[in-house]
Nanobody, 118 residues
Framework: QVQLVESGGGLVQPGESLRLSCAAS???????MNWYRQAPGNQRELVAT???????SYADSVKGRFTISRDNARNTVYLQMNSLKPEDTAVYYC?????????????WGQGTQVTISS
């Protein structure tokens, strides 16, 4: 059974930083790893992607502020979030898909709440 466990969310003020972690029970090198977020009343949106080949992409709304990284030894993916804004408030989800050893799999964590407020 695949498990993705997010941590690191919390309440911070605008301009501050948070680092989210996603500890995976699968080999993150063999999957496309994504961070999504969902704010109340909104659809879930893709925030950042780390492909199997190491290609990284970001939503325009977070470019220059967020950084996705991968620790292969720990099977953990991170999302460093700097210069946080109130509109970044959402539940953040880790996602793994297109895993070479698990065709058709699409796995989600339970989510971690991020709240930006003064």
């Amino acid at each position: 059974q695949v498990q993705l466990v997010e941590s690191g969310g919390g309440l911070v003020q605008p301009g501050e930083s948070l680092r989210l972690s996603c500890a995976a029970s699968l080999n993150v090198m063999n999957c496309v790893m994504n961070w999504y977020r969902q704010a109340p009343g909104n659809q879930r949106e893709l925030v950042a992607t780390f492909s199997r080949g190491g290609v990284i992409s970001y939503a325009d709304s977070v470019k220059g502020r967020f950084t996705i990284s991968r620790d292969n030894a720990r099977n953990t993916v991170y999302l460093q979030m700097n210069s946080l804004k109130p509109e970044d408030t959402a539940v953040y989800y880790c996602n793994a898909r297109f895993c070479s050893s698990r065709p058709g799999g699409n796995y989600w964590g339970q989510g971690t709440q991020v709240t930006i407020s003064s």
